[in-house]
């Protein structure tokens, strides 16, 4: 009779176990916690309506379709910095003004020199394609810091963090370029019979590109052999500064993407303000996806799930009329929480007292 008890209770403590151990439990947490508090809270928060914009078309509008669409922006960065983080083991810091950069560049392709032109000065394609060989320039810039020069990335990534808006502001003479081209609205907006965020489908596009790399190449392994031992990976064959500089590159590609739809939002830009903050919005999705920021093994689908949760919560503290000030204290406290849930010593102790709860449970429930 003891062994046959024993048995369930074991079962049922590794099934705990694994539960507590899964990557997904802390972005899936947080996503039910900020769900279960906003049906306490204000159950309206849910609501979806179909209106009209400013140019008669329909579109969808309520606070969950402000999370897709502002979230997608962050879930296409994140996917960069999860390579980064797991190959370097460090964080690029310089995302905000990287996509001041490449937004500004966008503006003084399509605009030429002229400040407001009544016509595109360019087609909008070559204009984001200058924009991504200029982002990923600057990717490579702190790649090879990283990679070539042993700097720790976020102290090789802070020299950008401290001069990329002031290049951005270079780049157009420190004026602020206007589009007036109403197509290039769309990249930020809605396309003209869609009512969902064209951000929405631009991050659909970037996530499938990204499963396709990772399913049917060999960079998701790359990149973790050598996050989690740059030696070993050496001695098999790899080049783990190469890696390291690809996935720096990488992310400059993903802060093209943002650099467009950032500039598309207005038509224009403000290279002060363009993008603050969210290189922290970034490094804290891939910390909540369960990822760890030391390196090694990473899951993409963990770190976009975490973007859209971090999304979640900025607009939830924005419903609830938290100033804009005041967001980065709040978010500093979900950092602890992460940092200290993410403890292996945490961990192992959540589950041994679930265990023993679990143990507790079924000798309670079992007859005498």
Known sequence: MSKMSTKPVSKGGQLLSSILHHQLIIPIAALLLLTVFNLIADPSFFRITLG???????????YLITIIDYGSELAILAIGMTLVTAASGGQDISVGAGIAI????????????????????APIIVAF???VVVAMIFGAFNGALVAYFKIQPMVATLILFTAGRSIAAWINNNELPIVSDE??????????GIPIPTPFFIALICFVITWAVLKF??????????GINEKTSRLNGLNPEMIKFITYVLLGLCV????????????????SVIAKDIEMDAILAVALGGNALSGGKFNMGASILGAYVIQFLTTTLYKFDVQSDALSAYKAVVVILLVVLSAPVVREKLSSL?????SRLRSAKSPT
Request: net charge positive; glycine share 10%.
């Open 354 to 358: 679930l265990k023993l709860a679990t």
């Open 52 to 62: 009209t914009n400013s140019a008669g078309h329909p579109v969808l509008s309520g």
């Open 256 to 271: 093209a993407v943002c650099g467009l739809i950032k500039v598309s939002r207005l038509s224009t830009i403000n290279y």
């Open 217 to 226: 190449t060999t960079l998701g392994l790359y990149v973790q052999s050598v």
């Open 183 to 192: 197509t290039f609205s769309f990249f930020g907006g809605y396309i003209p």
């Open 129 to 131: 394609l200058v924009c």
């Open 102 to 121: 490449s937004g500004s560049v966008l503006l003084r392709v399509l605009c030429g020199t002229e400040s407001r032109p009544e016509t595109l000065q």
